[in-house]
């Protein structure tokens, strides 16, 4: 008799742990999920990719406080677990854990590798936080919050304490659109080439040269009239309509390039952020971010509401049936008038009657938002960008 019933008291044993098993799992999914709502409800700027399987809780983050609460939170249910998540930053990166770009524009891509979507880009000197390693690509975020992978020969790694001492350094920034360093005053051999909000160290002053520093320790010279000495540059931004359509229409021409920050291309969004970034302010990076921001001006295309400086958001309007999809940006320069990159930065109208009227993005107006003068914990002064990283 005992030899009937010990298989089906096993049998019986398989079952309810193996229904205690499946109950954790849903159970703990369901509080990664909340946690994951709470603390990175953007993958773009924040990571948690977790899951739990076969009693392990697995994946990566960087988010240490939220991780030390889901934890907490097991162990209080006494659910039991192995906990094999990869904090990050990763601890195989050592005390490594910083970045300075080091070329004029870092390409910032979706995936560790050159054939993937440029997500975004980064400036020289830009700071950045590093998360981990994949064969030569590194996972960052820059000081926007965006997460993505930058190509080892873009950036220069840096402990906080090399950081900190570069952030110490006299400091000049580019402002003119385009420019060079060159090996020696003559001018007859290239270092690199240069855009504007490019940020280099001075190591020697000329009359009409400054002899610089790019963050990974090449050396060379720039004509004084293509840069300004840190300080004095950051006193003198500001987000007046005229220092705002001024930057706008500099860059007149520039070609469409999706993901692009940058005077060697820009997308929609990457075209607004450059011009706030250029007169002072750090703004989110996608258009979806962008509307996020600031205040409510106009969705009933009332144009006389509108102010330099505002940006007008398209789109698909939502319904019952599908969300609400923002696909582009512009900025408002007044007369009836908007720039924008679509193709190339131009300058579109609203009215039927100008040479510039734009019936497709009218047809696919949603609203237009102020972030000028409006304060918000996810736009930033540029002086923060060598303080807060």
């Not at 220069?156 to 570069?166: G, R, V």
């Not at 996020?292 to 144009?303: H, Q, S, T």
Request: glycine fraction near 6%; proline fraction near 4%; charged fraction near 25%.
């Amino acid at each position: 008799m005992q030899r009937i019933y010990i298989p089906i008291l096993v049998s019986l044993v398989t079952v309810l742990f193996s229904c205690e098993s499946k109950n954790h799992n849903e159970e703990v999914s369901t509080l990664i999920e909340a946690k994951r709502t709470e603390v990175a409800p953007d993958k773009r700027v924040a990571l948690w990719d977790l899951r739990f399987e076969n009693d392990s809780l697995k994946g990566e983050t960087n988010q240490p406080v939220a991780l030390k609460e889901l934890i907490d939170e097991l162990n209080a249910q006494q659910i039991n677990f192995t906990d094999a998540v990869l904090r990050l930053p990763d601890a195989e990166l050592g005390d490594k854990t910083k970045a300075l770009v080091t070329i004029s524009v870092a390409n910032i891509r979706s995936q560790p590798k050159h054939s993937a979507e440029l997500a975004t880009q980064a400036l020289m000197g830009t700071p950045l936080t590093v998360l981990k390693e994949d064969d030569g690509w590194f996972l960052v975020q820059t000081p926007d919050g965006y997460l993505s992978w930058v190509d080892r020969a873009g950036i220069h790694l840096m402990t906080e304490a090399e950081l900190e001492h570069w952030f110490r350094e006299p400091k000049v920034v580019i402002t003119a659109l385009t420019g060079y360093v060159w090996k020696s005053t003559d001018k007859s051999e290239m270092v690199s080439d240069l855009v504007a909000g490019d940020i280099l160290t001075i190591a020697e002053e000329s009359k009409d040269q400054l002899k610089v520093n790019l963050p990974d320790g090449r050396q060379g010279w720039i004509s004084s009239s293509e840069a300004q000495e840190w300080e004095s540059w950051i006193a003198s931004r500001n987000t007046t309509p005229e220092a705002l359509i001024t930057t706008a229409k500099q860059m007149m021409g520039t070609p469409y390039l999706w993901g692009g920050t940058s005077i060697k291309g820009v997308d929609c969004s990457g075209f607004t952020k450059t011009i706030f970034y250029l007169n002072g302010q750090i703004i989110p990076r996608d258009a979806s971010q962008q509307i996020n921001e600031g205040d409510l001006v106009d969705e009933d295309k009332n144009w006389e509401k509108l102010q330099v400086g505002d940006l007008l958001f398209f789109g698909v309007k939502g319904s019952d049936e599908k969300k609400e999809r923002v696909v582009h940006v512009g900025m408002w320069i007044g007369n009836g008038e908007f720039i924008h990159s679509r193709g190339l930065v131009r300058i579109s109208s609203f009215d039927p009657e100008n040479p510039n009227y734009d019936e497709y993005e009218l047809g696919r107006y949603l609203r237009t938002k102020r972030i000028v003068n409006v304060p918000s914990e996810h736009i930033l002064s540029v002086s923060e960008l060598l303080t807060n990283n």
